[in-house]
């Protein structure tokens, strides 16, 4: 199971919009309810920020958003801040009930 | 407020085996999948593999297929991953997961992560 595509980078300034893709395949981005997105700092606990393509956790800001449209998922954050610069991570289940991550992509708040 | 706590760093040496504990508190253990996943210095997540708490049951991914083991000892909440042959590339955090009730679901609790050193 090959890992799924994201861009190395992202970037964007205070107030911004940024989208984050995650691109795989049939066998899982395309056929799974089950994509979640993850928040890391530098040498921190990786956080659920997005789970089932769309859902927020309790606790988690609003500003953030997930989307699916065939073999790509999506995260959005919007109105970005400073504390929004992280590696962001998103993950699906595949068609063999395991689990499949992106290779990460790292946010810079200009 | 749900917990998961591992075991302490470890140092091995090449061809050596670790096993990474992971104590679960503050929700019903046998409900909810239990994955493991690393991540190399610099590198992105990898998943390991998920242990359903409640039959033992276990999927691994291929590349850790023959070297890893995922178990539980299930009165004292507790998940543990065994993995042998140790290789320097294998030098990583290992950090213990709760999914959901069902084993595609994401993670939304993390263990604090163990290290594991590789090296003669």
Same mark, same amino acid.
């Given at each position: 199971?090959?890992?799924?595509?994201?861009?190395?980078?992202?970037?964007?300034?205070?107030?911004?919009?940024?989208?984050?893709?995650?691109?795989?395949?049939?066998?899982?981005?395309?056929?799974?309810?089950?994509?979640?997105?993850?928040?890391?700092?530098?040498?921190?606990?990786?956080?659920?920020?997005?789970?089932?393509?769309?859902?927020?956790?309790?606790?988690?800001?609003?500003?953030?958003?997930?989307?699916?449209?065939?073999?790509?998922?999506?995260?959005?954050?919007?109105?970005?801040?400073?504390?929004?610069?992280?590696?962001?991570?998103?993950?699906?289940?595949?068609?063999?009930?395991?689990?499949?991550?992106?290779?990460?992509?790292?946010?810079?708040?200009? | 407020?749900?917990?998961?706590?591992?075991?302490?760093?470890?140092?091995?040496?090449?061809?050596?085996?670790?096993?990474?504990?992971?104590?679960?508190?503050?929700?019903?253990?046998?409900?909810?999948?239990?994955?493991?996943?690393?991540?190399?210095?610099?590198?992105?997540?990898?998943?390991?593999?998920?242990?359903?708490?409640?039959?033992?049951? *276990?999927?691994?991914?291929?590349?850790?297929?023959?070297?890893? *083991?995922?178990? &539980?000892?299930?009165?004292? *909440?507790?998940?543990?991953?065994?993995?042998?042959?140790?290789?320097?590339?294998?030098?990583?955090?290992?950090?213990?997961? &709760?999914?959901?009730?069902?084993?595609?679901?994401?993670?939304?609790?993390?263990?604090?992560?163990?290290?594991?050193?590789?090296?003669?």
């Amino acid at each position: 199971q090959s890992a799924l595509s994201q861009p190395a980078s992202v970037s964007g300034s205070p107030g911004q919009s940024i989208t984050i893709s995650c691109t795989g395949t049939r066998s899982d981005v395309g056929v799974s309810k089950y994509v979640s997105w993850y928040q890391q700092h530098p040498g921190k606990v990786p956080k659920l920020m997005i789970y089932d393509v769309t859902n927020r956790p309790s606790g988690v800001s609003n500003r953030f958003s997930g989307s699916k449209s065939g073999n790509t998922a999506s995260l959005t954050i919007s109105g970005l801040q400073a504390e929004d610069e992280a590696d962001y991570y998103c993950s699906s289940s595949t068609s063999t009930i395991q689990v499949v991550f992106g290779g990460g992509t790292k946010v810079t708040v200009l | 407020q749900v917990q998961l706590v591992q075991s302490g760093a470890e140092v091995k040496k090449p061809g050596a085996s670790v096993k990474v504990s992971c104590e679960a508190s503050g929700y019903g253990f046998t409900g909810y999948y239990i994955h493991w996943v690393r991540q190399a210095p610099g590198q992105g997540l990898e998943w390991m593999g998920w242990m359903n708490p409640m039959n033992g049951a *276990t999927n691994y991914a291929q590349k850790f297929q023959g070297r890893v *083991t995922m178990t &539980r000892d299930t009165p004292i *909440t507790t998940a543990y991953m065994d993995l042998n042959r140790l290789r320097s590339d294998d030098t990583a955090v290992y950090f213990c997961a &709760r999914g959901g009730d069902i084993a595609a679901a994401g993670q939304g609790y993390w263990g604090q992560g163990t290290l594991v050193t590789v090296s003669s």
